[in-house]
């Protein structure tokens, strides 16, 4: 499969992905734990058939450490013991979130609760923001049918301004 178009080749596309970029850089430098932000990115981008968001996650995460087991159950959550409260808290925030379009009232107090027991204001910001920031990397992405396997860690890693 070929993209349809090279967003990074394009003058235009690629001062939106520089902007994209430094937002994504704001959150990962915030205090929500890295190992969080990989499992929340992961799993949005399973929700939203996101192959390139899938390879690029599951890379770095494994990069930084994240074992195989937890990367290959985040897709089943709920019915495994790898994740803790926390983790489990924010993989409910993302799926909700993430199928907000599908949810009569979108993000349940249930749920935000439940986050608001395990993180503080900053880590919620920056969760809320990694939320939105993934699945609007992921509909770029789909949209230009950019494909999973070719990624390499740190590939993007000179895009800060």
């Not at 890295?34 to 929340?40: E, H, R």
């Not at 089943?76 to 993302?94: C, G, N």
Request: aromatic share 6%; with cysteine; hydrophobic share 45%.
């Amino acid at each position: 499969m070929e993209p349809r178009i090279d967003l990074m080749a394009n003058e235009l596309g690629a001062k939106i992905a520089k902007r994209i970029y430094n937002v994504a850089l704001a959150i990962q430098q915030s205090p929500l734990p890295q190992a969080t932000q990989d499992l929340v990115m992961l799993r949005a981008s399973q929700i939203n058939g996101c192959g390139f968001c899938i390879d690029y996650h599951t890379k770095d995460a494994t990069a930084a450490g994240e074992s195989a087991v937890r990367l290959h159950l985040v897709a089943a959550w709920r019915e495994s013991t790898v994740f803790t409260e926390a983790e489990q808290a924010a993989l409910a925030l993302t799926e909700e979130g993430t199928r907000i379009a599908d949810a009569h009232h979108g993000v349940s107090d249930q749920t935000w609760d439940r986050v608001r027991k395990h993180y503080d204001d900053d880590q919620i910001v920056a969760l809320v923001s990694l939320i939105a920031m993934i699945n609007a990397n992921n509909r770029l992405n789909v949209i230009v049918r950019n494909p999973g396997g070719s990624y390499e860690p740190g590939m993007f890693a000179g895009m800060a301004s």
